[in-house]
Structures are given as structure tokens and as C-alpha cells.
């Protein structure tokens, strides 16, 4: 039941019970009306006030304590009224007193109840101001911890994605706890807050390196090394040499050991220094390069094997560029070069013959052998590379086949027939004659050569040609030596790199990889590189552009330091030379005699020896297969022509008539291909009569000079107790406190060294160190 409504219940009964006092009061006024008078009419007015006092202390509700004080009068004019009435009424005011007792006890009754609704009403107020705030603070709490907890949340995920960034996380395809996030996110603070100690490492450097790879190798920021390179002027993408390096890595506390790396040496040295077990080499088609003279009839040979048409494309009936076909398929496949025949393609008939298995050197039946026979001839010789001679044209009348097999002796080719090991077979391309026999041929030599190559290994070749294209950019035509190129691998080719975008076999057609002795058109590279080059796969770009750079700054080098009197230049350390004599016995006697040993990578390579004058092709071999080109011609003659052109190509021909005297010049010429000795001469010495000490300076030696000079600059070496006690160098000289360069025998000086063991009575020797040439051929 509702508080408001039990207060209105108790409100009328108690105004019924008052009622019934204030009726009762009118009858003892009656009564007492006579005999009234004052008391009485104040006794009146006094329960009056009473009964009005009780009403209105229960319908007002007023408080507690002027309730007790009311009550407290009240009940003293109540006492007083009753002895008034005892005394002047007698047996009447008892029943005044019952009265009073009745409106006594009512209201006490009434304060009681009084007391009781105040309290009800004060509990109930109070319950319900708590609950009003219980059901706000309850709000407020929840609405705070909803506001908290949101917030710790996006604390949380803001920490998270922090993190996630800090590790390389994707935080949109990675999906993780908050509990993981939060353990990883400690641990990795943890981390932060350790005091991390410096580690010193012991790293290989090679002759250059990446300024990126170095802070690498050395676990130490990009920027800290750029500081030690700051006077170069170097970024982080730029190559430093192995002396700079050491340098920065020394001072940044490193120990280093040099090594020449992989990158360092460059592509052909790489190669050269791949060596491949048997178990994984495998059988590889032959390369065979078409060499002869103009007009010969290489093309169209090469036209007729393949049996396509070709011939009546190139520009006034003479090949324009190299070109590498494949004729027949699996064990009988034969890759073939088309090579230039004439003078003005002499360099790209050279890079044919470098990748070359076979050497078909065609030859006109009614023609014979010409200056560019002679040269393929070389050419091939120098290579390596065994050789087929086509007797072209046998379908034309005048044939000089037996002259031309007697002619091919003089070039040290000597036919089957006559014991040799070179294959001669008469062929007419125009109608087709015995080309059956000369692939056969080729097949039956390249399985007695017993071609293989690594088809797992590193990936490798040569570089036949290379072009700009409008369309497609830069075009490059290689052939695969070894392992297996892919579309996809990064290449490197001289000082050119790329991606590889396509590869385009001989037809045109795309394919996406090419074995060893595939030619393939290779489209990726972001530069033109040269022909003759050789290219290479690589793991990833950092290394291309390591492996390019090397390779340009060899190029570079090699291309500032050519000169043909500078020997110590030549290709791969090496004495090329090419030799001609007027009989045999010569001949034998200059090549018996020639230094065959090789001391310090230098060492003689004879590209080509024979009898005869020097022609043209000598002076153009000469100069293709070495920097420093070098005919020696032993009682041969030499035309005005050859002449000329040599001088022009750079090419040295020495003209000898007694065999010693050309075998010495070899000599030298081999001897000043080796490094620089130091020797040291003694120049003077010195005794150390007072050591003294200079602020700025250090210790001062005061020498008297007791035999020969010393110089600035000079070697000092200390002698104690007749034993070299330690080796520095003279930093300068004063006399009478005046510098001076040098002093002679008898003057007393003093001498700064960069070091200071020297003692008194210490002898000083002091020497020159001069640079010779070695003499070991």
C-alpha cells in the first residue's frame, strides 16, 4: 500500500477521535456554565487550544522537536487545569480529568503516530532519494565503464597496430588475439628497454662492395657509414673499393679480412673459375660458326640446310648481322652462327668464333683459299675449335679442289686423307649436293669432341649481338653455354642488367627457357650491351647492380689503360703474339725455345704460328685477341698495305733475322709484364746522443750523423745492441732549429720519427727504397 494513502487512513481517524473530545468538551462547558468563570472559561480556551494543537500537529506534520516542546506546555496547563477543577468542582472535575486523560492519551496516541509517519515518511523518502541515486549511479558507473572500457580497447588496438607496423605485420590478412598482440607487444617493449651492447664483427671484404652492404656486413646503420664516407660524397647505392671500406669498418671497431669475392672479379673470371663435376654434366648440341670469303656461299649453304630463304634479304647478297639458327632436333640438333665474311665485320667474326664447337670454313671450289679463308683459319685455331672445310660451288666448272687440299697445308690444315684429323667435304648448296654428309660430318666430330655441359648449374653464355628497338627496347641475341635460362631471371650481361620480360627462340616464336647451346633473343635488359660479352644469371638485383658496376669499371679501366706500350695491360696477364717464319726449321727452333713457364699469372700464349709473309689477317687477329697486339716476323717481308693498317690497329710488328735476339725481346716483354719489386739501399746512419721532449711535437731524437745522409722521408731503422730493434720513417729534420729536407755525415740534428722507442746511444740507419723490375723469364 502506497505511503500517501495509509497517511490519509490516519489523518480521519484521528480527526473522528478529536470530534468525539471536542463534543464531550461542549457538555462540561454546559455543565460548568453557571458556575464559570474565569478558570473555567480559560480551561476552555486551553483544551481548545489543546484539541486545535492536536489537529493541527496531525494534519500539518510538523517537526519533531516543536512537537516535544508543545507537548511539554501542553502538559503542564493540563496538570493545572485538573488542580483547578479538584478543587472548586470536586466529584465533577474527575470526570474533567478523565477527559483530559482521554485527550492525553489521545495525544500521546496521535504523537505516536505522528513520530511513526514521520519516520515512515522520512525512511521512505530516504529509500527513495537512494534509489533515485542507486539507479543513477548505476547509470553513470555503466556509462564510465562502457567509456573505459572503449577506451582501452582502441589503447589495445592502437598498441596492436603499432606493433604489427614495428614487426612488418599485415594487420589486414593477419588475424590475432588481443592476448597474443598483448604478450608480443610486451615482449617486444621489453626488448626496447634492454641496454643493447655493441657487437663487433669480423666481416670479408673484396676488392669493392656497396656502401648498403657494407652497414650490413657490419650490423651498423647506412647513416653512420655515410659519416666515415662523408668527404667522398658517396649514397648508400654507390660502390666503394676494398682500401675505403676497410678504412670505415676499421674505425667503426671491425676487424675485416680480404677476400677477392665473386663480384669483385667480374664475369669472366667467375666463369673461368667454375669448375663442374662429371656426374652432372649432360650431352649438349654443337655450336658450329660459318666462316669463309666474301661471296663464298655461306648464307646460302646455311639456307639450304635449313631450307628456308634468307639469301635474297640481305643487303647486296653479303650477311649484315650475326645470326644463329638450329637445324635438325634432339642428339642430331646442330646450332649454327652465320658469321660475316669480309674485312669490315673482322669483330663480329671474332665473337662467333669465341662460343664456337666446329669451325665450318667454306671455301668457292672456283676460287680458292683468300685472305678471309686465311683468317677464319685463325680464328678458329686460336679458339680452339675443330674445323670442317665445305668446298663450295662444285657445281660450277673450272673446279681447283686438289689445289685448294694442297693450298691447306700451308695453314697447318691438313685433310684425312692425307693423316690429318680435318674433314673435307665437296658440297653445292644451289642444288644441294652432299649436305647430308657434311651434317653427318658434324654430327660424327661433335661426338668424337664429347660436348657436355651443367644443365643445374649457374647460368652462362655469350653474347652474340645486341640492338635498340622502338618497340620493344633492347634486344640482345645470346647463346647458352650453360645451365637453363628462364623468363623471370635476373641477368647481368657486361655493364648491362635486367629483369627477363621474353624469350624468343631462332623462329620468333616465345618460349619460356633455352638449355646450353640455345640461341635465344633475350628482351629485359635495361641497357645495350656489347657483343662478344658474357652474361650471366644472378640470385637478385642487389648483386646485378654489384655485378654490373665491377663490370663497367673493368671496362672503364681497361679502356683508359690500353695502350700498346703498355704490357702490363694485356688481356688476362698474358703475352699474346702471333709468329711468322720463312722456313720450318725457324719456325720449330723460335717456338722450342719460347718460355713456357708462368710466373705471377704472367705468361706467353702464341695465337698463331706459320710460315709466310705477314698478311692482313695476322695484324687483324693480333689486335682482336690481345690488348697489347704483337707480330713477330723472323726473315718474312711485310707490305707497305700491312704496314699501314697495323699502325693504325696499334699492332707492334717486330722484324727479326737471329732467333736469340727475338727470344730475348719475348723475355723482356714478359718481365715487364710482372709487378714491381721494393729494394732497399743503404744511404747513411746515425747515433742518438739526446732524446728530447716537445709539447706539441713528442720525443725528439738529437742524432749526429755519422756515415752517408738522411732524408726526409727516408726508412729509419733502429739498431740496438747490434739487432734491428724497430723499422718508421723520418717525419722531419731540424738543424739549429731550422727545418731542413736532409743532412750529411758529421752534422748533429734533430730527427721526429712517427714513433718514440728510440733510447740514446741508439744506432739509426736510414735507407732509400727504390721500385725495380722483376727478371724471372
Not at 547509470?139 to 607496423?165: C, G, M, P, Q, T
Not at 646455311?302 to 650477311?319: F, M
Not at 750523423?705 to 739487432?723: E, H, L, S, T, W
Request: aromatic letters at 4%; hydrophobic letters at 40%.
Amino acid at each position: 500500500m502506497d505511503v500517501m494513502e495509509k497517511k490519509d487512513k490516519e489523518k480521519k481517524r484521528l480527526t473522528l477521535s478529536i470530534g468525539k473530545v471536542n463534543v464531550d468538551e461542549k457538555a462540561i462547558k454546559e455543565k460548568f456554565l453557571s458556575n464559570a468563570d474565569k478558570n473555567s472559561i480559560s480551561v476552555d480556551v486551553k483544551v481548545n487550544k489543546v484539541t486545535s494543537y492536536s489537529v493541527s500537529s496531525i494534519s500539518g506534520l510538523s517537526k519533531k522537536e516543536e512537537v516535544v516542546a508543545n507537548m511539554a506546555d501542553k502538559a503542564k496547563e493540563i496538570q493545572k487545569v485538573k488542580n483547578e477543577a479538584e478543587i472548586e468542582k470536586g466529584n465533577d472535575a474527575k470526570n474533567v480529568d478523565s477527559v483530559f486523560d482521554v485527550a492525553q492519551e489521545d495525544d500521546l496516541r496521535n504523537k505516536e503516530v505522528s513520530d511513526s509517519a514521520e519516520s515512515r515518511k522520512k525512511t521512505n523518502t530516504v529509500k527513495a532519494r537512494t534509489n533515485n541515486e542507486n539507479e543513477e549511479e548505476k547509470k553513470v558507473k555503466h556509462e564510465k565503464s562502457l567509456i573505459l572500457s572503449k577506451d582501452k580497447a582502441n589503447k589495445r588496438l592502437h598498441k596492436a597496430n603499432l606493433f604489427n607496423l614495428s614487426e612488418g605485420i599485415d594487420t589486414v590478412t593477419t588475424t590475432r588475439s588481443l592476448s597474443s598482440i598483448k604478450r608480443a607487444f610486451n615482449k617486444s617493449k621489453k626488448r626496447r628497454n634492454e641496454i643493447k651492447s655493441k657487437v663487433y664483427r669480423d666481416v670479408v671484404i673484396g676488392s669493392s662492395i656497396l656502401v648498403s652492404d657494407l652497414a650490413h656486413a657490419l650490423s651498423e646503420k647506412v647513416q653512420d657509414v655515410l659519416k666515415s664516407l662523408k668527404s667522398l660524397g658517396v649514397t648508400h647505392g654507390d660502390v666503394v673499393d676494398g682500401d675505403t671500406a676497410e678504412m670505415v669498418a676499421v674505425s667503426l671497431g671491425h676487424a675485416v679480412k680480404r677476400v677477392a669475392s665473386d663480384a669483385n672479379m667480374g664475369l669472366y673470371s667467375i666463369m673461368s673459375n667454375i669448375n663442374d663435376s662429371d656426374k652432372h654434366l649432360e650431352w649438349r648440341p654443337p655450336v658450329v660458326s660459318v666462316m669463309g670469303h666474301v661471296d663464298h656461299g655461306k648464307t646460302s649453304l646455311l639456307d639450304a640446310l635449313r631450307k628456308t630463304s634468307v639469301a635474297d634479304s640481305e643487303e647486296g647478297g653479303i650477311t649484315q648481322y650475326l645470326s644463329a639458327y638450329v637445324i635438325g632436333e634432339g642428339k642430331k640438333a646442330i646450332v649454327v652462327i652465320d658469321t660475316p665474311g669480309h674485312e669490315a665485320f673482322s669483330q663480329m667474326r671474332r665473337r662467333g668464333a669465341s662460343v664456337t664447337d666446329i669451325a665450318v670454313i667454306v671455301i668457292a671450289a672456283d676460287d680458292g683459299i683468300k685472305d678471309q679463308t686465311v683468317e677464319a683459319i685463325k680464328y678458329a685455331k686460336a679458339s680452339c675449335a675443330a674445323v670442317i672445310i665445305a668446298i663450295n660451288k662444285i657445281d660450277k666448272p673450272d673446279l681447283k679442289i686438289e689445289a685448294i687440299k694442297a693450298d691447306l697445308l700451308n695453314y697447318d690444315v691438313v685433310p684425312e686423307e692425307m693423316g690429318g684429323d680435318v674433314v673435307i667435304v665437296p658440297v653445292s648448296a644451289k642444288k644441294g649436293t652432299n649436305l647430308d654428309e657434311l651434317l653427318k660430318s658434324i654430327v660424327l666430330v661433335a661426338d668424337i669432341l664429347s660436348l657436355k655441359a651443367n644443365y643445374k648449374g649457374i647460368t652462362a653464355g655469350a653474347v652474340l649481338e645486341s640492338k635498340m628497338d622502338a618497340k620493344i627496347g633492347v634486344s640482345v641475341t645470346v647463346v647458352v653455354q650453360r645451365g637453363v635460362l628462364r623468363v623471370g631471371d635476373i641477368v647481368v650481361a657486361g655493364s648491362s642488367w635486367g629483369k627477363i620480360r621474353r624469350l624468343s627462340n631462332f623462329l620468333g616464336n616465345k618460349i619460356d627457357s633455352a638449355g646450353p647451346s640455345t640461341p635465344v633473343e633475350v628482351i629485359g635488359l635495361g641497357s645495350v650491351p656489347k657483343a662478344g660479352d658474357i652474361f650471366m644469371v644472378v640470385e637478385d638485383e642487389k648483386k646485378a647492380r654489384a655485378l654490373a658496376t665491377v663490370e663497367e669499371g673493368l671496362q672503364t679501366k681497361k679502356q683508359e689503360e690500353e695502350d700498346v706500350f703498355d704490357i702490363t695491360t694485356s688481356k688476362l696477364n698474358r703475352l699474346s703474339i702471333v709468329v711468322k717464319a720463312d722456313v720450318q726449321g725457324a719456325l720449330d727452333a723460335i717456338l722450342n725455345n719460347l718460355p713456357t713457364e708462368t710466373f705471377e699469372g704472367v705468361a706467353l700464349h702464341v695465337l698463331y704460328s706459320g710460315l709466310g709473309d705477314i698478311q692482313e689477317a695476322d695484324v687483324n687477329l693480333a689486335h682482336s685477341f690481345s690488348s697489347m697486339p704483337i707480330v713477330l716476323a723472323f726473315n718474312v717481308k711485310v707490305s707497305n698495305t700491312v704496314e699501314k693498317i697495323a699502325k693504325l690497329q696499334g699492332v707492334h710488328i717486330g722484324h727479326y733475322s737471329v732467333i736469340y735476339k727475338l727470344l730475348e725481346d719475348v723475355r723482356c716483354m714478359l718481365n715487364d709484364m710482372l709487378p714491381l719489386i721494393h729494394k732497399e739501399y743503404p744511404i747513411g746512419s746515425a747515433i742518438v746522443k739526446k732524446v728530447f721532449c716537445a709539447s706539441k711535437i713528442g720525443k725528439i731524437a738529437g742524432c749526429l750523423i755519422v756515415d752517408g745522409i738522411a732524408k726526409v722521408g727516408c726508412v729509419a731503422k733502429i739498431v740496438r745492441n747490434k739487432k734491428e730493434y724497430n723499422s718508421t720513417v723520418i717525419k722531419s729534420i731540424k738543424r739549429e732549429k731550422m727545418p731542413v729536407k736532409e743532412v750529411k755525415k758529421g752534422i748533429e740534428c734533430g730527427l721526429e720519427f712517427n714513433i718514440d722507442t728510440f733510447r740514446e746511444e741508439d744506432v739509426i740507419e736510414f735507407y732509400e727504397i727504390k721500385q725495380e723490375k722483376q727478371q724471372l723469364f
